[in-house]
């Protein structure tokens, strides 16, 4: 396919999800969260459906920190991202999401949440291991909360 073919592809794919609306505003926080890669966004319940507007789908290091307002991806190379508590719909641990498929079955935090009438699944690989049950807890609790 080539890097044409990839570029091309990219970008028509952008075309198509123009009409997303613009992410919410990131609130002022100091917050530093659990250290990892933002992985991508993708439409909820299709992996490989990679959200290429807002840089949505572009990788980065970050750290994700949760709070009562939500959640936070404070993101290196890229715009932070910002899922209000209130668009929450779920969490789950899964092996893979576009881009990045791991050998362990809970290798990624995977947040469901709603945006703009669409409903998205954004991947975050922790770090360390060790932090991905009581991450996944934590935003498990957020959207108890919230209910």
Do not use: C
């Not at 997303?20 to 966004?41: F, H, M």
């Not at 190379?77 to 779920?90: Q, R």
């Amino acid at each position: 396919m080539g890097w044409f073919g990839m570029y091309r592809g990219w970008r028509n794919r952008r075309r198509r999800q123009a009409g997303l609306a613009p992410l919410p505003v990131v609130p002022d926080s100091k917050v530093k969260g659990v250290e990892g890669v933002y992985v991508a966004t993708t439409t909820a319940g299709d992996w490989m459906d990679r959200i290429a507007v807002h840089e949505l789908g572009v990788r980065s290091t970050a750290d994700l920190a949760v709070s009562e307002a939500g959640l936070i991806f404070h993101r290196q190379g890229a715009s932070d991202v910002f899922i209000p508590v209130d668009h929450l719909t779920g969490v789950r641990t899964d092996r893979g999401i576009a881009g990045k498929v791991t050998a362990e079955a809970s290798g990624l935090v995977v947040v469901t949440w709603t945006h703009d009438g669409h409903e998205l699944d954004t991947g975050f690989r922790p770090r360390r291991k060790a932090d991905t049950a009581p991450l996944t807890e934590s935003i498990s609790t957020l959207i108890g909360a919230e209910s």
